[in-house]
């Protein structure tokens, strides 16, 4: 197959570069250059953002799939709209279990992806999508408003594959390794003082889960995600086994607390995974790979 990846620069989007590689496919990496691509694929540099600009580096390109890891708003959905009308009969779209946030209550079930009703979801392509500050506090919405748009109108056939936390690997985001580092030192991990449970999933299972939908044949929503919810204080008891260090909590009252707990929900929007598992992809349990993610975050 011949793959484009747009971003895949760093965390699970080069693991998942380097898993299309080994299984033999053409990829190509499309980002503005600032990390270089794995050896083996093929690196246009270009700002996506920029639409004359990566149609120029694009040129008459043509590719059987297209990965789109960095696509945060619907004026970016749009331009890739646009972009790649006539360039790929199939585009997948990372997206994250952030899209339920709005939906989630305590003590409520896990969600399936039929829960958002994309057909309801407001795109307003007017909102100031491009500036970073804006963006970054609408980062649910801005996700929201992307499916919705290619939902509607991708002149393609569209995966949304919507990720729960990743952690593990080259994470730098920092999320995990806050937990293990405050547990390690014996320092107090805030809570809430109802916490809610949120999906996860390691960072090599979903870049493999994302390089298995490139192949596949189904379209729609998928919720990518370990079988097993956890609540921050489960999440911490099992980085207390792996450290050897028992977790110390602490619930501040009124405001989130100082320094931010990243898993400090409350909330619950986690994610029902029957849909992966009846196309045939089947997660592992927490328990089974955060001991390896904690090594990872102490090295």
Not at 120 to 140: C, I, T
Not at 173 to 178: D, E, F, Q, S, V
Not at 207 to 212: G, I, P, S, T, V
């Amino acid at each position: 197959m011949d793959v484009c990846v747009i971003g895949g620069s760093r965390h699970f989007g080069r693991r998942l570069v380097e898993e299309l590689r080994d299984a033999g496919a053409s990829v190509t990496v499309v980002n503005r250059g600032s990390t270089p691509a794995p050896p083996g694929v093929t690196h246009l540099r270009a700002d996506r953002d920029d639409e004359g600009g990566l149609l120029a580096a694009l040129g008459g390109r043509r590719f059987d799939a297209v990965v789109d890891q960095v696509c945060y708003t619907p004026v970016q959905a749009a331009v890739a709209a646009r972009v790649f009308a006539g360039r790929t009969p199939r585009y997948l779209l990372t997206s994250t279990v952030e899209v339920y946030a709005h939906l989630g209550r305590p003590g409520g079930p896990p969600l399936p992806e039929q829960a958002l009703d994309l057909s309801a979801e407001p795109v307003d392509l007017h909102l100031p999508w491009g500036e970073p500050e804006f963006a970054n506090s609408r980062y649910a919405e801005g996700k929201r408003q992307a499916e919705a748009l290619l939902t509607r109108s991708a002149p393609f056939d569209l995966v949304t594959v919507r990720t729960a936390h990743v952690l593990g690997g080259a994470d730098f985001t920092g999320r995990l390794a806050h937990y293990v580092e405050r547990i390690r030192r014996g320092l107090p991990v805030a809570v809430h003082p109802a916490p809610q449970r949120a999906s996860f999933v390691h960072a090599p299972e979903i870049a493999r889960f994302l390089a298995r939908a490139v192949t596949a044949e189904f379209t729609g929503p998928v919720n990518a995600a370990s079988e097993r919810p956890l609540d921050v204080r489960e999440l911490c008891a099992l980085v207390g086994r792996a450290t050897g260090v028992e977790p110390v909590f602490t619930t501040p009252a009124g405001a989130p607390p100082t320094p931010p707990s990243p898993f400090f929900f409350d909330r619950c929007y986690a994610m029902d995974t029957t849909r992966a598992t009846r196309l045939g992809f089947r997660f592992s349990p927490v328990t089974d790979w955060l001991p390896r993610a904690v090594e990872e975050a102490l090295a």
